[in-house]
């Protein structure tokens, strides 16, 4: 066990590749990672759990099939469970996700980014 704090900042400076999640704690068996996005991700979903996303920086739309939700720094949005979403960003845009350890970020491990620890 560390008692030092995570700078989300350092971890997010300490690489440049994109929608490829680094994982920086662990949370009652989830994962708490960083992700800079730019670009659309995929359509996927999540039949077994939510999605969480905060935005540290940048601008993050999630495209829905029933309207998109626009997030920007300090705002948070929980996709729920079965919603099929695509997250998009115009520019680099800096988040954190939290979720379950162990599942695929596009709900399918076949074309899900592999997780790291950094």
């Known amino acids: 066990m560390t008692r030092q704090p995570i700078n989300l900042v350092d971890k997010l400076d300490g690489f440049a590749d994109l929608w490829s999640p680094k994982i ?37 739309t999630i495209q829905m099939r029933d309207g998109d939700v ?15 979403h695509c997250p998009r960003a115009d520019a680099e845009t800096h988040l954190l996700i939290i979720e379950p350890a162990g599942t695929p970020n596009t709900g399918n491990p076949e074309t899900a980014a592999i997780k790291t620890k950094i």
Not at 35 to 60: E, I, M, Q, Y
Not at 70 to 83: I, K, N, Q, S, W
């Open 24 to 60: 920086v704690a662990g949370f009652n068996g989830h994962d708490v990672m960083v992700v800079k996005a730019n670009g659309d991700f995929n359509w996927h979903s999540h039949p077994d759990t939510d999605d969480f996303f905060l935005v540290l920086s940048g601008r993050l």
């Open 70 to 84: 626009v997030l920007g720094p300090g705002e948070m949005y929980v996709v729920p469970r079965g919603v099929e």
